[in-house]
């Protein structure tokens, strides 16, 4: 004999409007935050919906609406501070904005970037980069979204929103702060060459060391390839900062009485560094914000934007006597 239980009949918006006392419409109001309801109205239905279970069917809403309310975020580089810090921002801003956030990582089992991301319909489509194959990650994903690429130094894609931090205005900052001192022999470890930040942020270092009349010296991937102690190190991450100053103490140096470090990003613990490290601040929170609302106003039909937003220098203890 079967103890299998039937399963409950669903409640419907007809239900509670019969319990209300009111049209089904008026209920589809209250649900759906119509602030044209009576607050009095509002409450006794609001109070009916969480006693009778109400659960929205969101598949009917979506095909009536011609949308879904569901964004998917990209993950289409790998998952540093700075990419970890964005998401988070993202989903914050669209579960304010009323949106579900669908995940999905672009990289394929042979290690390259797909296209193929979005299994579903969704809203719109935004894109955590940093590495120069997402342009076309995003290129690809604009043919069929509103899509909005995060961290990348590209502009002027064709129907594609971006959002990024002046790089080369960052790691300008860094290196004048340095070279302001009466530095002159202040060196670069860059980044990655694949990625634009890197090559952004060895843009900004060369054009400080032009305008104060020093030769560049750029050193990949670390300290070890300059077998000397500079009297300053700029570069294009607090992680290498971290390893510069390592590298320091291993040769017998003190930072910064005898080489003085700048880094870029401000991830947490630079503060807890020792010495604290002077570094560049990305304000994170605010990419991932400015993405969801430029993703929205393309869904609305509004024309691509390019957004740049400018980086601080924060000043600390790795920098000056």
């Not at 020093?214 to 570069?235: C, F, H, N, S, V």
Request: hydrophobic share 40%; with cysteine.
């Amino acid at each position: 004999m079967s103890t299998r239980r039937p399963a409950p009949k669903k409640v419907s918006l007809a239900d509670i409007a019969r319990k209300a006392g009111v049209s089904t419409n008026t209920v589809s109001r209250v649900v759906r935050g119509d602030p044209e309801v009576s607050e009095k109205t509002r409450a006794r239905i609001a109070k009916l919906v969480e006693e009778l279970g109400y659960v929205p069917n969101y598949a009917a809403r979506a095909l009536a609406a011609k949308r879904t309310n569901v964004l998917q975020v990209v993950l289409a580089a790998p998952m540093f501070h700075g990419h970890g810090t964005v998401l988070l921002s993202i989903l914050n801003a669209s579960a304010q904005a009323g949106y579900h956030v669908s995940l999905s990582y672009a990289y394929g089992p042979d290690g390259q970037l797909r296209s193929d991301f979005a299994p579903f319909d969704v809203d719109g489509v935004i894109i955590l980069g940093g590495q120069d194959p997402t342009i076309d990650v995003a290129i690809e994903s604009g043919k069929r979204f509103p899509t909005v690429l995060v961290l990348t130094s590209e502009q002027g894609l064709d129907g594609i929103s971006t959002v990024a931090v002046d790089n080369v205005r960052g790691a300008r900052l860094a290196t004048e702060h340095l070279l302001g001192q009466g530095l002159t022999d202040v060196v670069h470890i860059a980044g990655p060459s694949g990625w634009s930040d890197a090559q952004m942020r060895r843009r900004g270092y060369v054009q400080a060391c032009e305008a104060y009349g020093i030769t560049p010296a750029i050193l990949q991937p670390d300290m070890r390839a300059a077998g000397r102690l500079p009297q300053g190190i700029q570069t294009a991450n607090d992680q290498l900062a971290l390893g510069a100053m390592r590298y320091i103490y291993e040769c017998g140096g003190v930072v910064p009485r005898d080489v003085r470090v700048v880094g870029f990003d401000d991830i947490d613990g630079a503060d807890s560094y020792a010495p604290p490290l002077t570094t560049i601040h990305q304000p994170f929170d605010r990419l991932g914000r400015t993405a969801v609302r430029l993703v929205r106003s393309l869904m609305d039909g509004g024309p691509s934007q390019d957004i740049v937003i400018d980086p601080e220098l924060v000043i600390r203890a790795s920098s000056h006597l």
